[in-house]
């Protein structure tokens, strides 16, 4: 009898070890981009994009609900199709990126608000300025490639105040506006992998 308990009480401290075990998944860069957008003149936007990232994700649940996400962007891997564009914005002027190579985002809670859409928080770093964020997620779920790896994908959208960073240049028109926006528009497509 006393066995048969011991066995049932292993058993089920075995389960519960299971369900609580943290998953790892690692970023796809090859299936995932970072482009952000940002008015200019006032009448028009200039897009973007990061082409070197890195991310992971760490999870017990299987709907990510408890996730902790980090992620780091190499500064000098911007690209807005303008080499004298992206010169500038590598410079003191903007990131400074000899100084601050990396920006860097670290999650402090990923809360589901209804079917597939998710509000993530964290800790955004710019410039070594760090300031609370908030982006809005779609889920895409999770989905077995042909090679047998789980994938999950995610769509996150939001915007950051670059004066906020210290990313202030600007000079005005004609008209005395802004010739660069103060607010970046962030749009990430993402898909991690989980670790197996």
């Known amino acids: 009898m006393k066995l048969a308990k011991l066995t049932l009480l292993s058993f089920a401290l075995l389960i519960s070890g299971l369900s609580f075990a943290q998953t790892t998944w690692k970023l796809d860069n090859a299936h995932s981009n970072i482009k952000f957008t940002v008015t200019y003149l006032v009448v028009s936007e200039i897009d973007g994009n990061f082409k070197t990232f890195d991310g992971s994700i760490t999870s017990s649940k299987e709907d990510l609900s ?34 601050y190579p990396k920006m860097t985002f670290k999650s402090t809670s990923f809360k589901k608000k209804a079917g597939d859409k998710y509000e993530l928080s964290g800790d955004m770093t710019i410039r070594n300025v760090t300031k609370k964020v908030v982006f809005d997620v779609k889920y895409g779920g999770t989905v077995k490639d042909s090679y047998g790896n789980t994938r999950a994908g995610f769509k996150v959208q939001g915007k950051i105040n670059r004066i906020e960073y210290g990313i202030s240049w600007n000079s005005k028109n004609e008209a005395g506006n802004d010739v660069v926006g103060k607010d970046v528009q962030f749009n990430l497509n993402l898909q991690f992998i989980k670790s197996k």
């Open 66 to 99: 408890d996730a902790n996400i980090n992620f780091s962007v190499d500064v000098a891997s911007i690209n807005t199709d303008n080499s004298m564009r992206d010169q500038h914005l590598l410079a003191d002027d903007f990131f400074a990126a000899a100084t």
